[in-house]
């Protein structure tokens, strides 16, 4: 974890297709799907979807996850963001959970 970082509760793994938000408090997951919608309405949608402003892990491969930072530093409520990206290459939901629910720091 980066020095400095408040505890990270909720983590986000993304790609074009979709995006596995898991909240760490009440180990919850969320899907959010690109299907048949354009990139910038499916990122307001997954940040939506990530709820109150805070500390936020942001993981996958490819620059999805780039393009989703870019969309955030674009909302008004980007200054309350905290947010760490990681590169990933898992690929299957069980393997993107573990990878999530093993970085995240529950309190």
């Not at 793994?13 to 799907?33: N, P």
């Not at 990122?43 to 805070?54: E, K, M, S």
């Amino acid at each position: 974890m980066n020095e400095g970082m408040a505890s990270v509760q909720v983590g986000l793994w993304i790609d074009a297709t979709r995006a596995v938000i898991v909240f760490a408090k009440s180990l919850t997951a969320h899907l959010v799907e690109s299907r048949l919608i354009a990139p910038g309405r499916y990122y307001d949608n997954v940040i939506n979807a990530l709820g109150t402003p805070g500390p936020v892990l942001i993981m996958g491969p490819g620059d999805t996850k780039n393009e989703l930072q870019e969309r955030m530093e674009q909302a008004s409520r980007w200054r309350e963001w905290d947010v760490r990206i990681e590169p990933s290459s898992s690929t299957s939901n069980r393997a993107i959970l573990a990878e999530l629910a093993e970085r995240l720091q529950p309190q």
